[in-house]
């Protein structure tokens, strides 16, 4: 609160108190499911990774977007669709194929 020198009302103060009471409650999360989201983590396909890499970038643009930094926000908006459809239709050709091998 020490940005607001006092202004308890203004904007700032908002977008930092509500950073902090986000941050902590990801940080409470990751601590109490860490070891269970590396496991998770670990036992992912490649490309099921690669995917859940473009969900993160396209909801990350959203902060660019509410700070009006258009260009930058769209750009990790792309990136993060591209990967996320990249990262989903390769995984499921890949996954097909291994099915159909199998039949076969």
């Known amino acids: 609160?020490?940005?607001?020198?006092?202004?308890?009302y203004s904007e700032l103060t908002y977008q930092v108190f509500v950073g902090a009471v986000g941050l902590i409650?990801?940080?409470?999360?990751?601590?109490?499911f860490g070891e269970r989201l590396v496991r998770d983590f670990m036992?992912?396909?490649?490309?099921?990774?690669?995917?859940?890499?473009?969900?993160?970038?396209?909801?990350?643009s959203t902060l660019f977007f509410a700070f009006v930094l258009d260009i930058?926000?769209?750009?990790?908006a792309l990136l993060g669709s591209y990967?996320?459809?990249?990262?989903?239709?390769?995984?499921?050709r890949c996954l097909f194929r291994l099915r159909r091998a199998d039949s076969q």
Request: glycine share 18%; no cysteine; aromatic share 12%.
């Open 1 to 8: 609160m020490l940005l607001t020198f006092g202004n308890y």
């Open 43 to 60: 036992r992912m396909e490649r490309w099921d990774a690669v995917g859940l890499v473009g969900l993160f970038l396209a909801g990350f």
């Open 72 to 76: 930058i926000g769209a750009s990790f």
């Open 25 to 32: 409650i990801l940080g409470a999360l990751a601590i109490r």
């Open 83 to 92: 990967q996320l459809s990249g990262g989903t239709s390769i995984g499921a």
